[in-house]
Each structure stands twice: as structure tokens, then as C-alpha cells.
């Protein structure tokens, strides 16, 4: 059974940080990524990276704040988030691939089941 567990969410000033995990079991995947929708807002593509090469990609709205990595000894993926401000307040989602992965999330197999990050001004 595939399951996504993400952890690390939480509430943090703006200008600060915090680190998102999601430790996946049950299959092993093309790619991760990191996406996150608002309240009213649609499901919105954040950060990817790849199993092979750890090729990352990026929104440009959290370019040079946001870094995601992966153990895959581990099979957990991570997103570390600096430089937080109050736009990024959403729920975090981690989903994974089994084949490609990119920006859209209809590339995506498997979804985790969200953590809260809200960042107060």
C-alpha cells in the first residue's frame, strides 16, 4: 500500500523557517514534488525533483527560498522553506511519480494528506 506521510508544518513568523518531510512507502517513484493551494485558491505547483540526478524545479515564487532534496535511502523528500512570508500560508501537499513528474499535478500518482504552514506578518 503507498502512502505519503508529510510532517514539519506549523505557524512561523515571517522571515522564518521550516522544513517539510514526507517519507513515502510501498512503491519507489520517478519523482516528488511539493505543491500547495490557499484558501480559495487553486492547487498550485511549488517544487519537483527527480530520482535519478536529483533534477529540481521551482515556482518562481519561492526561487532561491525554497530547496527541495530527497534521501532516497530514506525514500523521504524534504522542503526546506527560508525566507517565509505571509503568501506562503497554505496547505502543503507531497506527491509523487511514478513516471515524469513536473509543474502540473495531473503528473502526479500518489498525494499525500496535507500539512498546514501559516506564516504571520
Known amino acids: 500500500q503507498v502512502q505519503l506521510v508529510e510532517s514539519g508544518g506549523g505557524l512561523v513568523q515571517a522571515g522564518g523557517s521550516l522544513r517539510l518531510s514526507c517519507a513515502a512507502s510501498?512503491?519507489?517513484?520517478?519523482?516528488y514534488g511539493w505543491f500547495r493551494q490557499a484558501p480559495g485558491k487553486e492547487r498550485s505547483f511549488v517544487a519537483t525533483?527527480?530520482?535519478?540526478?536529483?533534477?529540481?524545479s521551482y515556482a518562481d515564487s519561492v526561487k532561491g527560498r525554497f530547496t527541495i532534496s530527497r534521501d532516497n535511502d530514506k525514500n523521504t523528500v524534504y522542503l526546506q522553506m527560508n525566507s517565509l512570508k505571509p503568501e506562503d500560508t497554505a496547505v502543503y501537499y507531497c506527491?509523487?511519480?511514478?513516471?515524469?513528474?513536473?509543474?502540473?499535478?495531473?503528473?502526479?500518482?500518489?498525494w499525500g494528506q496535507g500539512t498546514q504552514v501559516t506564516v504571520s506578518s
Open positions: 510501498g512503491r519507489t517513484f520517478s519523482s
Open positions: 525533483i527527480s530520482r535519478v540526478g536529483s533534477i529540481t
Open positions: 506527491t509523487a511519480a511514478l513516471a515524469g513528474g513536473k509543474t502540473d499535478p495531473l503528473d502526479y500518482d500518489y
